[in-house]
Each structure stands twice: as C-alpha cells, then as structure tokens.
C-alpha cells in the first residue's frame, strides 16, 4: 500500500510547476523516497526490486526485498541518523544471544550518500495488523510470552551497554528496556507465537513502567486486548514471586 502510495505522490508532483516547491515537497513530504530508493537499487543491483515493499514507520522507511529490509531514516541529514542507527545495532547485538525470540541483526551500508541498515525480515506480521478477535483469541499467549521477554530483557546485566546506563539509574527499578513495543510485535499468524520484536530505536535503561506502557501507549486495539496485563502479571510471577521462594 505504501509502495503505490509514494509513487503515486512522486508522479502527480511533477504537476507542481516551480521546481524549488516540487523538490521541498519532496523533501519534505515524501522524505526523499525516490532517490532513497535509486541508491539502494544501485547499491544492491541483483536483488528483486520489482516485488519491493515498502513500510513506514514513526521516523523511517523500510525497504522490504528478497528477505532483507533496507531501513532509511525520514531526515536523513538532519535526523542523527549515524548516531541513532549505531545504538540501535550495538543493544540488538546485546540482547539477541539471550532473547527467546528473534531481533533484528544490523548492517550499516552506505549507498548514495544514505546510511541504511540492512537485516533479514523476520516472517510473521505485525500483531497488532491481524483482526482484533484473532488477536482476543490468544492474548493469553501472547501476553505470557511477551512478559517471558521483558523479564530477560529487564534482569540481564548488559556490561557492554554499561556506558548507556543513566547515572542515576536505581538498581531495583532500572533494566533494559524496548519501550515502543505496541506496533512492533511479531507473531506467527498460523500459531499466534510471538516470533520476533522489531524498532529497538528507542530501546535503554530504564523502569518496568515504561516498558508495560510501551506495550499499549500508542494503539487503542492494543489496549482493547488486555495483552498489557497479562504480560505484567506474567512477569511478577516468573521475576518476582520465584526470586522471593529462592
């Protein structure tokens, strides 16, 4: 949907008669789409562009060819895009040995003078795509296992992500964290397993309130599936009650 989206937009823009307006828009409303997308082509000539899709997501483009997503910040000049994408592989390079479930394993390539960074697709679909009543029908699931993940994720030590650690980050209430999760939810649609947990940009150390936040802040369907509860109480059991009957 996307893919037709921009291109449709791209190809009524050459309607907009002064070039300094037509290349603004864009810019700036298209987020430079079409040479984002020639420079990832010319980099990577061999894979099959013509069945590319496209995601986008709260700051990116996402790319989606052959398996692999090719992943562009909006604002690529302007945005920290270096910055922000380095962070986001050195904690999903942490975390992936110990997760039950799968996370993005990042390359960063240069191309046209974009950074983008390259994984492979994690099969599944997005939860929170699927039908509300599906999603009902095996929150129970759902919720344990994502509360099986933050309880690893939150009580792992991480030494090599010491340096992203607040000062003042409390010893009882501060681990690693996603705190996006509500649209990054990957399930196997046939088992309704979680799969995989994508966009760790915003991924650091801090409290279990923000990431059970995280879990529905954005999406009022997730909300709507008490997924959120589950996942605590999931957590409470496994990370706090078997730690007091040690």
Known sequence: MWK???EFCYAISYLIPIKKVRNAFRMNKLFDYKNKLNAIKSACPNLNWKNMRLAKGGGSLAFIVDNTVFKVRKFHLTDKCQEKFEREKRITDAIAPVLPIAVPHIE?????GYLFYKTVFIPGRV?????LKKILKHREKI???????????FNTKFPELNDLRPSDC???DCGLTHGDMCSNIIVNPDTMDVVGIIDWEYA???SLKREFFG????RRKMRKTDIAPIAM????EKCVLNKKSR
Not at 108 to 112: C, N, R, V
């Open 143 to 153: 919720g344990k296992q994502i509360g099986d993940v933050i309880c690893v994720l």
């Open 204 to 206: 650091g150390f801090t």
């Open 127 to 131: 939860l929170m795509d699927l039908p």
């Open 170 to 172: 409390g010893k009882n």
């Open 215 to 218: 879990i529905f802040r954005v």
């Open 233 to 236: 109480w999931t957590y409470f």
């Open 108 to 112: 960063l390539i240069w191309a046209g």
């Open 4 to 6: 037709l989206f921009f």
